[in-house]
Every structure is written in C-alpha cells, then in structure tokens.
C-alpha cells in the first residue's frame, strides 16, 4: 500500500525506454468502477495504457491471523466477510474443510440444501455483477433492474439464515436449522419467473450497439496466459479452458447435477459477459434439480460433540446439556494434518488450506481467492489498449476486493 | 509423484498421502526444478501456495503449494520446509507467472524471501510496516 504517509504515489519505475510522453495516472482507490478500494496506478501513453500496476491491500483486516484465535465454529461468521457478495461460498468451501479434516459425513439433504443456496449466492452474485458491469459501461438500467431480483434472494436469505447478508448458515457438520416450512415453494416461485428476468437483461444489453462496442474485442486474454496466470472461473472458461469444478471435482454431492458448462474461445469481456449469462440459466436448473430430487432426512451430521444439539433436546437431556456447553465453551478438538478444500465459488476457484494440531482452535487458516489471482491478469488484458477499456475489463473480472484483502 | 522421483529422488524427502491428499515433500533449493518437473507431468495449474509457521520447531516454516491437473483432475501438493533464520526460497514464478502475488503475500505475512521473484513487496500490509503479522510470535490484538 504505497502512498501511506512520506512515500511517494508511485515508487514503481517508468518503463525503461519509454518516451517522456509517457504519464502516470492514479486510478482509485476511491474511485466508482473499482468496485471496492482497488487502486490502480497506470502508465499511459496518450489514451493507451503502457503498464497497470494495482496496488491492493486497503481492506486487510488480518482474518486468517484472527481465524487462529477461535474455536473452529467460530470462524464459520468471518468466512462471510471475506466475499461479501457470495458468503454462502466461503461458508460451504470452509465447512467442506473442516469436515474433510474431521472426516465428517453430511447427512444427504444438508448436502443438497447446500447445492441449493450455493447456487442461489451465485445468482445473487452474478446479478450484482451485471448490475454494476453494465452500470460501468453506462447502462444505468440494468442495475435497477438486477437488484430487483437480488432483492428476492436476500429475502429467501433471510428467511432461511435470519441475515441478508452475512449469512452463517452452513455449519461444521451441516446446517444452522431447518428452513422455514414453505421455504421451498418459495424458492420454486423465484426461479419459476427468473428465466424471463434473464432474457429481460439480455435484451437491455445483448443487442445494445455502445454496450456491444465497448466489450467486444476488449480485455482478450488467452487460454495459455489464463491458465499462467492463475485465472479461474467465468473469465477462465470464456478464454476456451472448459474446467469447473463443480463438474470436473465434484462435492457436496454436485455429481448428482445435470448442468452444462458454458465456455467461449474468444476470450474478451464480451465471452465473459454471455459465459455468466449462460451460467445463470444453468445455475436455475440446478435449484430447479435440488428442488425436485430433495432427499428428506436430518440436516446435521450424527456427530454429538461437534454438532450443536436441538434447543428442544438441549433443554431436556442432560448429555445433549453436557455436549451444547462443552462445544460452546471448549469448542472439539479436529484431528491434526492437513486440507485443501476448492470449490466453484461464482468468482472462479476458492480454496481453504486449513492446517490442524490436534487441538480446537485452526493451526493456520489460508483462502485462496479467485479474485486474487484473477487481478494479477489485468495487465495483459489492459496493455495495449484504450484508457476506457480498464474499466471494462474490471467490470469483467467481477473481482470483490474483500476477498482479495481479507 | 512418479515424474518427481523419475527427475530426482534425492529432492524427494517425503510423501504422503493423508486424507486423499498427496503431499510431496521437496528439499527447499530444489523448488522450482521440482515444479517444472510437476508441470511437465501434467499439473499445469498453479492454485495456491501459503505458509505455516511451525514456531519454535525447526525448521521452522513450511510452504504449501497446491497445483492442480485440468487434464488428470487431480491436485496435488509440494511441501517445502525452510529454515530460519533469514528464510528464502527460490521463487516459482518463472515456472508459473501466477505466483508472483502469492509470493509477495507469504512475503508481506511471514517474512519469507523468494530469490529471483520480480517485485518482492509488501502487498497487504503498508510499505512501512514492521514485522510479519501471521509469524505466531506476532500477538493477534494489542500494540506492539
């Protein structure tokens, strides 16, 4: 984080060789397109960008070094945090985690309910990312129209967890309660209309000459630079590399599925753009499957001294009394080595390395954020090209710069 | 695994798999043959990588990285011990560009050097901080 007091905005040299006609521009951190408090200092000649260099680290709030110092359970509300947008995401890839370590089995609906809201947050996430990619670009409509139905899901947000946002539904060992009892049929009605919702987009923005021109061509990156890179996800899948983990490492029963996976050898904003729309109307056959197939049975593991009784058991048995304290208070003690658990979060791959020794609070906690890696291509895909492009090509990468700081 | 000990066994300290998860083992100056190596066989993307501070054991810190097969859907994962003091490392990023920020975070947070990485800065922290905040001789809250 350069530009802290008594250092200079930027260090990073001019590009040897360059012509004085070259200019250093600061772009952000407060700035409406970075989404967040990204900060960009770009080396420009004329109108095109020479060097992007993005300085990060404004959001850091140290949560894999706070994750050491709680019990296991407790890290499950910090997870939230990090990707604001998809908290369902890391809740699932951390919980899948610490269950690897215990070698926990879920029972087969918690299994499925969390298929279910998994694709649900990606939805959720992919309408903010329309919203505010198209905002960027000047189509100040489809915002509007985005945050309608993201609305909807915050509501079936709220009514399963209690919280729009920062939900800490999954838990270790499967989930916090029961959905409310209509809460199916109230998800079947959502996605019932949600298809339309998306053809409603496509036609602001698909046929849309400015939004057409200023995507198409824009921000190309290829398959051999995505995967050097470290690019994953929708940007990995638009540069021609057809890999989801979802289908190619499934869990939490994502085998079970029928779902395609779009992908697009193009590789520029544009490929980027149709990708997520396609993976929207396969995310709704998706809940529309778990809905249909819903197994019936318990929503957490058989597992006393990690799972949290029932308040109604809690209440009236002593053990379930004994077992509730001792969790709350001692937390459970997770067998010691190793994991690396990755899931398809709607930004691309996200993985927790969770590292044990044997006793109740995490040895070390480290997230692999897809939109850390994924930053790291912006320069590729900004040199050479026109100032306005960057912001396209952030709007493409749909990066949340919570999960990039942590 | 078999690639690894086909290029050099003697690199090879230890492998195990725990959990359904491979862990090899790699003497810490063999790092980045170790990774052309793991490309060569077929791993070609790199994840993640990420330290542990084993604090006060010795060696006291131990890389992590995570490199996955699009092709074989597999992962796979090199551990590299490193030794204080003044811990270094051969960087990766010739191999895989992409490891560029993730070294300069294991930089910023434990202080660990990767030799031959291009920018090796503080990325998450400011430019003047003092320390490696995820040492565990760090505390978690209060002043230093």
């Known amino acids: 984080m350069a530009g802290s007091a008594g250092t200079p905005i930027l260090e990073a040299p001019v590009a040897e060789g360059a012509s004085d006609q070259h200019m250093v ?9 970075t989404h967040g408090v990204l900060r ?27 994750c050491e110092a709680k019990f296991y359970q407790q890290v499950v509300p910090l997870t939230d945090r990090i990707d604001y947008l998809s908290p369902m995401a890391n809740n699932l890839c951390y919980c899948l985690a610490v269950e690897k370590l215990l070698e926990l089995e879920i029972p087969e609906k918690a299994q499925w309910i969390r298929v279910l809201l998994s694709e649900l947050t ?40 209690g919280q729009r946002m920062m939900t800490s539904y999954f838990r270790i060992g499967g989930l916090a309660m029961e959905p409310p009892l209509d809460y199916f049929d109230r998800i079947q009605a959502f996605i019932r209309t949600f298809p339309e919702k998306i053809d409603e987009y496509s036609n602001l923005l698909t046929g849309n000459p400015i939004f057409i021109n200023r995507l198409k061509g824009v921000g190309l990156l290829s398959a051999e630079d995505a995967i050097a890179l470290g690019v994953t996800g929708p940007p990995l899948r638009a540069s021609g590399v057809d ?32 990708v997520r729309l396609v993976e929207m109307r396969e995310s709704v056959k998706m809940i529309q499957q778990a809905l249909d197939g819903m197994p019936e049975g318990a929503i957490k593991a058989d597992a006393p001294k990690i799972v949290l009784p029932d308040r109604e058991k809690m209440k009236t048995q002593m053990e379930a009394l004994i077992h509730h304290f001792k969790i709350v ?43 850390f890696a994924t930053l790291q291509a912006i320069e590729t895909m900004c040199k050479g090209r026109l100032l306005a492009d960057v912001v396209a090509v952030i709007g493409s990468i749909d990066i949340v710069l919570g999960e990039i700081d942590r | 695994m078999k690639a690894v000990v086909e290029w050099n066994a003697e690199a090879l300290l230890d492998a195990r798999l725990d959990r359904g998860e491979l862990t090899l083992t790699i003497a810490p100056d063999e790092i980045r043959a170790a990774c052309a190596a793991v490309k060569a066989a077929g791993y070609n993307f790199f994840e993640d990588l990420t330290a542990v501070d084993w604090f006060p054991a010795s060696p006291r810190f131990r890389l992590s990285y995570a490199l996955l097969s699009h ?24 191999v895989w560009p992409g490891a560029n920020y ?5 930089f910023d947070l434990f202080g660990i050097r990767f030799e031959g990485h291009p920018n090796l800065r503080r990325i998450l922290m400011p430019d ?11 505390p978690v809250e209060g002043y230093r």
């Open chain 1, 329 to 371: 208070t001692e937390g459970f003690a997770v067998p010691a080595g190793e994991v690396y658990q990755a899931i398809e979060s709607p930004r691309g791959q996200m993985g927790y390395y969770v590292v044990s020794d044997g006793t109740a609070k995490p040895y070390r906690v480290h997230m692999r954020n897809p939109s």
């Open chain 2, 102 to 106: 993730f070294e300069r975070e294991v």
């Open chain 1, 40 to 66: 960009l200092v770009l080396e420009i000649d004329g109108e095109i960008v020479v060097r992007v260099y993005p300085e990060i680290g404004y959001l850091h709030t140290g949560i894999e070094k706070t």
């Open chain 2, 128 to 138: 003047d901080w003092q320390g490696y905040p995820l040492r565990k001789d760090y």
């Open chain 2, 71 to 94: 092709r074989l859907k597999e992962r796979i994962r090199l551990s590299v011990p490193v030794e204080e003091p003044g811990p270094a490392v051969e960087s990766i990023t010739p």
């Open chain 1, 243 to 274: 890999f989801d983990l979802r289908r190619d490492l499934p869990y939490s029963s994502y085998e079970k599925f029928q779902f395609a996976v779009p992908t697009s050898t193009v590789g520029d904003t544009w490929a980027r753009y149709e």
């Open chain 1, 122 to 161: 990606r939805l959720n996430s992919h309408l903010v990312w329309l919203g505010t990619h198209a905002m960027d670009i000047g189509a100040l409509t489809v915002f509007l129209y985005t945050f309608r139905e993201r609305e909807e899901i915050q509501r079936l947000f709220e009514a399963v967890s």
């Open chain 1, 25 to 33: 521009l600061n772009m952000g951190p407060q700035h409406p397109s």
